[in-house]
């Protein structure tokens, strides 16, 4: 998890190139890079706080619990740049847990169809969010409201609240398993891998492109944009499936951690949300960065065991948790606005 | 303008669910919770004889309840009857265990007894978790039997999804279609128990199964010992594979549930009397990736010596925690679900598995048919609880069954078995 920080500073310290994205890039880091010293900080207290010491192999174990979350605010931050929400990737996460266990019914063989499928389904989910918020002019914080009921009443439906089958074994390895015998670590879980493959293919799509680029430019200003040249519901729609196809990663990231459950996805999308505001992204869109919302979820994550080394009572944990956020969130818009 | 505002809305509403999520019940864990007896009914049949439901500290001394903390869940007198419930010899045939009844006072029944074939009606709670799939799974085998024999022509189920309305409108509707017999699983014991005493004054008999209502209307409620034995079985079996003094990290659903909480105030009194260190109790939420991650952070923390949990629905969880941090799996009280049963068969982990057999569903329907048949019935109808032990493991872990699958279903020699359960 570490590894990260150092990952990031570079592209802090990165000159600003002429183009006006590489601009955008530059201050959003540069504004929200308060979220990287916010997670160092927690990371430190996490260490501190555990009996045995800052163990790297502890801290690599949490990646494996933070990576779906990771994934989700990575694309979650496309539909937050253009200016959307996606509240249906909760409920996708959910669709693919449930799914990939009825589906291969711990058929290693169908292991890899089924996922095919569900990545199909993933697009297609995406796809009619961004049709209906661009086309049908619904706010999209509706049409995904109203996804997220549809999946989730549809994945009801489909195992009458009892899940049938099991998660194949090769399936779960992504999620729960790593490359052995690795120096130090010990283990290096896949899904440390799977953030990092991720992250940069993110990072590059929306830092490094033309359609990265445009993507702020619409949330910015649609209409400047359209002006411009952009095509605004292309631009939107494709955000929406980077998203959907974002939660279907993390549906089976979690699949592996965490095994079959009917209702494994339950509060993601807020998180997500969440994550990417820690780290910097505005609401309404225009604004964001793929690095620093991946800081955000860790830290999200990392706040959550950093409460229970505190030895909080278990009431008290999520109403301090909240306040942390609040005030994570203040403090970087404070830096913000001092620059 | 109106776009900062919206943001602004938004931000709030994003913040308070997120952090809301954490703490607010989700609503599946507790309807995956299989419910107990409700206190106030089951206290009736037979008063504990050493134990008066009294709060004074010398009359609790000595008591295999004693050492819990008064709580508005937790009455002592009826924990004690329940933890002496467990190895009090039941009436009925030994290898039948739904048709068994401990300490059974019988009713006359004489008034209901009509001819058949019969139309039995079903007001259900919701079939919204694996061990309700497994029950009224049961339940239709059951009621096949008895069709095949003549008995039922007919069976009508409504099921209420969970809702306390829906259920009691649906109790209504039941009233206007001339059954024979109702048989109610209410979905929570004070909201369905007006709707249960109309029905009683309808004149037709009632049979209430699972969870209790607070009124002795019915003819029969069919129930399983309860909450407190199954929690006091799981934690009885640490507290004799630690030593005293030892941490054991008690894993609950969520707080709050009346039918959770009996299971963990008896727990928690035998771990006191053990001198045991409780870990926790954390909430799982039915969460297997949050479980996994509360194991992980305990094991940070120091030793764990045992897992006690109130359900086995992340059982599994837990054990994966201990799997990935390359701990040896310490003592493990579960449930009866088959993918904990395979763990244990698999990994020979020194675990226990207190049931809430779903077998219950079918002596509901039995019950039903004994009232119109002018049989005696137990008033209160409370059946056994067995425990699935390494003894008794292998007899009941089928690594052909589903994972979801819960074995003390009565319904291994049913036709049909074990297809229809592994749809």
Known sequence: ?339 | MSRRLAALFATFAILATACGSAASPTPAPSAAAPSAAAPSVAASASPAPSAAASVEPSAAAGGACAGAQASEFYNQAECERQLAARTATATGPADSLWLQAIAPVMVDTAKFKKDGPYKVCFSNAGVNNPWRVVGYNDMVHEVDIQKKAGVIKEFVHVDAGGQDNKQISDIQDLLTQKCDVLIVAPNTTAALTPAVEKACQAGIPIVDFDRGVTTDCPVTFVHPIGGYAFGATGAEFIASKVPSGASVLALRILPGVDVLETRWSAAKAIFAQKGIKILGPEFTDGDPAKTKSIVADYLQRGAIDGVWMDAGATSVGAIEGFEDANVAVPPIAGEDQNDFLKKWSDGKLTAIAPTYPTFQWRTAIIAAVDILQGKQVPKEWVLPQPTVTSDNLAKYFNPAMPPLFYPMCGCQTMPGFPADWQK
């Open chain 1, 1 to 339: 998890m570490s590894g990260l920080t150092p990952a990031a500073a570079p592209q802090v310290g990165q000159p600003v190139t002429a183009t006006s994205g590489g601009a955008r890039l530059w201050r959003s880091l540069g504004g929200s890079a308060s979220i990287l010293v916010i997670l160092v900080v927690v990371l430190a207290i996490v260490g501190l706080l555990n009996p045995r010491g800052p163990e790297p192999v502890y801290y690599l174990s949490l990646l494996k619990r933070a990576a779906p979350l990771a994934i989700l605010a990575a694309g979650q931050l496309f539909v937050l740049v253009a200016g959307e929400f996606d509240l249906s990737v909760g409920s996708i996460v959910t669709a693919v847990v449930v799914g990939s266990a009825v589906l291969t019914n711990g058929d290693e063989s169908r292991t890899l169809p089924v996922v095919g499928l569900l990545l199909a389904f993933g697009i297609v989910v995406g796809l009619v969010n961004g049709l209906l918020t661009t086309k049908a002019g619904v706010p999209s914080f509706i049409v995904t409201l109203g996804m997220l009921l549809i999946i989730s009443g549809g994945v009801l439906l489909w195992t009458a609240g009892a899940p049938r089958g099991s998660i194949t074994n090769n399936l779960r390895l992504l999620g729960r398993d790593g490359l052995k015998n690795v120096p130090v670590i010990d283990q290096l879980p896949y899904a440390a891998i799977v953030i990092l493959v991720v992250g940069l293919a993110a990072f590059v799509l929306l830092h490094r492109t033309n359609f990265g680029h445009r993507v702020f430019a619409v949330g910015g200003n649609a209409r400047a944009a359209a002006l411009a040249g952009a095509n605004v519901a292309v631009v939107k729609t494709a955000a929406f499936v980077v998203s959907g196809v974002s939660a279907i990663i993390a549906g089976i990231l979690l699949a592996g951690f965490g095994g079959l459950s009917n209702n494994a996805g339950e509060g993601y999308e807020f998180q997500a949300i969440s994550a990417c505001v820690l780290g910097g992204a505005v609401l309404g869109g225009g604004r964001g960065s793929v690095v620093t919302s991946i800081a955000g979820a860790l830290t999200l994550v990392a706040i959550f065991t950093m409460l229970n080394f505190l030895h909080l009572p278990v009431e008290v944990r999520s109403a301090v948790q909240g306040g942390i956020i609040i005030a994570a969130v203040a403090y970087a818009s404070y830096r913000q606005r001092t620059g």
